[in-house]
């Protein structure tokens, strides 16, 4: 069936360094990604979105690009600090399917002071 | 963005008892959905609440075990229904104004079944 899948469960960061986050997608007809920072205790929080008639997007210390080419989604985060330790999670959803989430498995980031 | 709040926050429960989560949205929305998330594990959806009408049911989830209410735009339940150990889980409720635009979640209800 189809999925969403990230590429690695665990991401150690310098804080101050950047981040980057992949995800993989196999369903061609998603037209509509988003990623979400849950925190311990906490439900998902959406942090950025994008459409699939762009490429990037810029958000506040983040930035999202799309390949469309090779199915591939990453979440870049500048200057990382200690409050983005976190699982992320990407999601993907389809107009031909009312634009239901299906959510990767997340990658757990752990920020090192 | 819509906040939501879901009641209760989590609970423990006996196996073959039902439990009844509430999930409050501080605006009209036109989607609210329910999820479950595994410890440690990503979501998979429930159902999608519809207001006024039966839920619909994404696969492996069904309506005498996971009964939901959407009475209005702003408020619907979740019922787990004769409970198992296996129905240990994180619930979540979603909700959105658009389908293409970004769902908002709720802290979740931590359910042990013991």
């Known amino acids: 069936g189809e999925s969403v899948g990230l590429h690695l469960p665990t991401l150690s960061v310098q804080e101050g360094d950047n981040s980057i986050i992949n995800c993989a997608y196999s369903n061609s007809a998603s037209d509509y990604f988003i990623w979400y920072k849950q925190e311990s205790g906490k439900g998902p929080q959406f942090i950025i979105d994008i459409r699939s008639n762009m490429d990037k997007r810029q958000g506040q210390r983040v930035t999202v690009l799309l390949n469309k080419t090779v199915k591939h989604l990453s979440l870049q985060i500048a200057a990382t600090q200690p409050g983005d330790s976190a699982v992320y999670f990407c999601?993907?959803?389809?107009?031909?399917?009312?634009?239901?989430?299906?959510f990767g498995a997340g990658t757990t980031v752990t920020v090192r002071a | 963005s819509a906040v939501i709040s879901q009641k209760p926050s989590r609970d423990i429960c006996q196996r073959g008892t039902s439990l009844t989560i509430q999930c409050q949205v501080d605006s009209q929305v036109t989607m609210m959905f329910w999820y479950r998330q595994q410890p440690g594990q990503s979501l998979t959806l429930i159902a999608t609440?519809?207001?006024?009408?039966?839920?619909?049911?994404e696969s492996g989830f069904v309506i005498d075990k996971f009964p939901i209410s959407r009475p209005n735009l702003t408020f619907s339940t979740l019922t787990v229904s004769n409970m198992s150990p296996e129905d240990s889980s994180i619930y979540l409720c979603a909700g959105g104004f658009y389908s293409n635009q970004p769902q908002h979640f709720g802290d979740g209800t931590r359910l042990s079944i013991l």
């Open positions: 609440a519809n207001q006024g009408s039966e839920a619909t049911y």
């Open positions: 999601a993907e959803g389809s107009g031909s399917n009312d634009y239901k989430l299906s």
